[in-house]
């Protein structure tokens, strides 16, 4: 067969505008076959695979503004977590083993800024990026905290629990990852996996918090799959705890980096403050 144009785009190569070529890391047959199970297609088809690589129908993307673009990816994910929903049993271990991964990311992120904060109190003069840093470590300080005393409320909720609503999650989502055409579609579905669906919300999240107002997103997601209490709370708690900083050899990108970890804790905040006021309000 003759090609007679390659275009290479997110590590993937795409022939002829016909089909996709991408290199392999996992085999998604069973995946794939449990979605189709599910009466959920919204995937690529799959031409073939080999050892190395899956070849995929292309899909050309509609345009469309991104704003219209989310809330089709969230609807198609109220979709994909409604069709695949399930309990599954569970013993104490499963939930004491994800409180302990938690608390040990929390304890590891005090450490690290603490240990950061020690470095910066020794300069004589701070940089930018440390001056900002030590003028709003109070935020940092008090988002884990907020995430330490979630996780311990969380732990109280589930403690007696024997069941654990999982779904598939898609597990990688993006709106790099969401096409339309005739239909929407999620692709790049290697890294999905069976887990609580809150996990697909930590992605999207943490993907999208600069670039969309998340708390009308998830009143469209709950208003049409709710989560349990403790679901909520351990999703408040993961997207709570800040990331450590990227620190750089350029004072600029350190600069960016600082500043886009303190956008990311208000944004949080504002999303905690919009859930806490949902949650009196239904008490009163």
């Known amino acids: 067969m003759m090609i007679n144009k390659i275009t290479i785009k997110n590590n993937v190569k ?3 505008n016909s089909y996709v070529i991408k290199k392999k890391q996992k ?3 069973d995946t794939y076959n449990y979605l189709l199970s599910r009466s959920f297609d919204y995937f690529p088809e799959v031409i073939k695979e080999d050892d190395k690589y899956i070849y995929y129908k292309y899909i050309s993307d509609l345009k469309e503004p991104k704003e219209q673009k989310i809330i089709d990816l969230i609807n198609l994910l109220i979709l994909l977590h409604s069709k695949t929903t399930f309990y599954k049993e569970i013993d104490i271990d499963h939930y004491k083993a994800i409180y302990e991964s938690i608390n040990n990311e929390i304890d590891d992120t005090y450490n690290y800024y603490n240990n950061l904060m020690d470095n910066i109190d020794n300069e004589i003069f701070m940089s930018p990026a440390n001056y900002l840093i030590a003028r709003n470590i ?3 300080y008090k988002s884990l905290n907020y995430a330490k005393e979630n996780i311990n409320k969380w732990y109280k909720l589930i403690e007696n629990n024997r069941k654990v609503r999982v779904v598939l999650l898609h597990n990688n989502l993006t709106l790099d990852h969401y096409l339309k055409n005739d239909k929407p579609y999620l692709i790049s579905w290697d890294k999905s996996t069976i887990d609580m669906p809150i996990f697909d919300l930590v992605s999207l999240y943490k993907n999208n918090y600069l670039d969309f107002e998340f708390t009308d997103l998830l009143k469209i997601y709950l208003s049409k799959y709710p989560l349990t209490k403790e679901e909520m709370v351990l999703f408040l708690t993961i997207i709570s705890i800040p ?3 990227a620190l750089s050899s350029s004072e600029y990108k350190t600069v ?7 956008d990311y804790i208000y944004k949080t905040n504002e999303l905690r403050k919009e859930y806490r006021i949902k949650e009196q309000t239904n008490k009163s």
């Not at 960016?256 to 303190?262: I, S």
């Open 256 to 262: 960016l980096e600082v500043r886009k970890l303190l």
């Open 27 to 29: 085999s998604l047959d």
């Open 138 to 140: 109070t935020l940092i």
């Open 243 to 245: 990331s450590k900083i």
């Open 14 to 16: 795409i022939i002829d």
